[in-house]
């Protein structure tokens, strides 16, 4: 069965950077687009980016348009979401999801999911 896995995650300073990766294992992995929603605490789980199983398109909120980039390597069944410029109201649980549908911002759409890994960016 499909697997995800999110390691990274952690603390970091207001303006910084990290990248979160995103493991696909036990699928055809380059058959999904994949995506990255985020859960703040007492706030709904929101879309943040998604890219096409091709990788050669992507779709991001407008939150984090211009900050964030989605990407993936095929190769190393891997997804990635490389985030700069953070800021404090960035600090949320941020998962990984799979998905064949089109609508990208729908997490109802996806149909597997990561366990999820925290990122706190403190001011």
């Known amino acids: 069965q499909v697997q995800l896995v999110e390691p990274g995650g952690g603390l970091v300073q207001a303006g910084g950077s990290l990248r979160l990766s995103c493991l696909v294992s036990?699928?055809?992995?380059?058959?999904?687009?994949m995506g990255w929603f985020r859960q703040a605490p007492g706030k709904e789980r929101e879309f943040v980016a998604a890219?096409?199983?091709?990788?050669?398109?992507?779709d991001y909120a407008d939150s984090v348009r211009g900050r964030f980039t989605v990407s993936r390597i095929n190769a190393k069944n891997t997804v990635y979401l490389q985030m700069n410029s953070l800021q404090p109201e960035d600090t949320a649980v941020y998962y990984c999801?799979?998905?064949?549908?089109?609508?990208?911002?729908?997490?109802?759409?996806?149909?597997?999911w990561g366990q999820g890994t925290q990122v706190t960016v403190s001011s």
């Open positions: 036990g699928g055809t992995f380059s058959t999904f687009a």
């Open positions: 890219v096409s199983w091709t990788g050669g398109n992507t």
């Open positions: 999801a799979a998905t064949y549908a089109s609508h990208w911002d729908d997490q109802s759409e996806y149909h597997i």
